[in-house]
């Protein structure tokens, strides 16, 4: 199974501040790549896929980047409702697999 | 707008079965392959389980394989997930998802979810 290390596992950031959330893959994943928001008491909603493509209705300070077996998601400026839990997803191969996450609060 | 609404969660005890159902609607469900996701509590997601759109190919993790079977009934709109020989470990938040339809298995929509307790 490929595992994805996601990091870091909670982080603190301030209105307005510029965020990086990682994830590495045990192997490369070839771009297969998704990140996802989860807010507290809800259900994922998909953010990034294919690493980059901006799901419809994101906002445009979510990005993606990476390649291989690393990969990043950017928030550039840091917004109240901003605050959830995110996690990567590959879908390289079976099993998909996901990141343990990274919980994201507003400092 | 495309709503999935899962049913049949509750408390269960080891080693018994419960069969989840998730009734889709706003979209052509027939075209569409299918899936359950989990989430342990306080846990990160995984996923459990994926149907093509006719229902002839299914696909498991380990964890779940030869336990777990997805279904679904294209006439209804409806997918379902039986599960056996239920463990302490299966307890978690069950979602119904929809693969975004790109070729490559990303979930664009999602249920609310189905609360199952295994335990005695």
């Known amino acids: 199974d490929i595992q994805m290390t996601q990091s870091p596992a909670s982080l603190s950031a301030s209105l307005g501040e510029t965020v990086s959330i990682e994830c590495l893959a045990s192997?490369?994943?070839?771009?297969?790549l998704a990140w996802y928001q989860q807010k507290s008491g809800k259900s994922p909603q998909l953010l990034i896929y294919?690493?980059?493509r901006l799901q419809d209705g994101v906002p445009s300070r979510f990005s993606g980047s990476g390649s291989g077996t690393r990969y990043s998601l950017k928030i550039s400026g840091m917004q109240p409702e901003d605050e959830a839990d995110y996690f990567c997803?590959?879908?390289?191969?079976?099993?998909?697999?996901f990141g343990a996450g990274t919980k994201l609060e507003l400092k | 707008e495309v709503q999935l609404v899962e049913s049949g969660g509750g408390l269960v005890q080891p080693g018994r079965s419960l069969k989840l159902s998730c009734a889709a609607s706003?979209?052509?469900?027939?075209?569409?392959?299918m899936a359950w996701v989990r989430q342990a509590p306080k846990k990160g997601l995984e996923w459990v389980a994926t149907?093509?759109?006719?229902?002839?190919?299914?696909y498991y993790p380990d964890s779940v394989k030869g336990r777990f079977t997805i279904s679904r009934d294209n006439a209804k709109s409806s997918l379902y997930l039986q599960m056996n020989s239920l463990k302490s470990e299966d307890t978690a938040t069950y979602y119904c998802?929809?693969?975004?339809?790109?070729?490559?298995?990303?979930?664009?929509?999602w249920g609310q979810g189905v609360m199952v307790t295994v335990s005695s």
């Open positions: 192997e490369g994943i070839s771009n297969d």
């Open positions: 706003g979209f052509t469900f027939s075209n569409y392959y």
């Open positions: 294919a690493a980059s």
């Open positions: 998802a929809r693969p975004k339809p790109i070729g490559t298995t990303v979930f664009d929509y």
């Open positions: 997803q590959q879908s390289y191969k079976y099993p998909y697999t």
């Open positions: 149907i093509s759109t006719s229902g002839s190919r299914t």
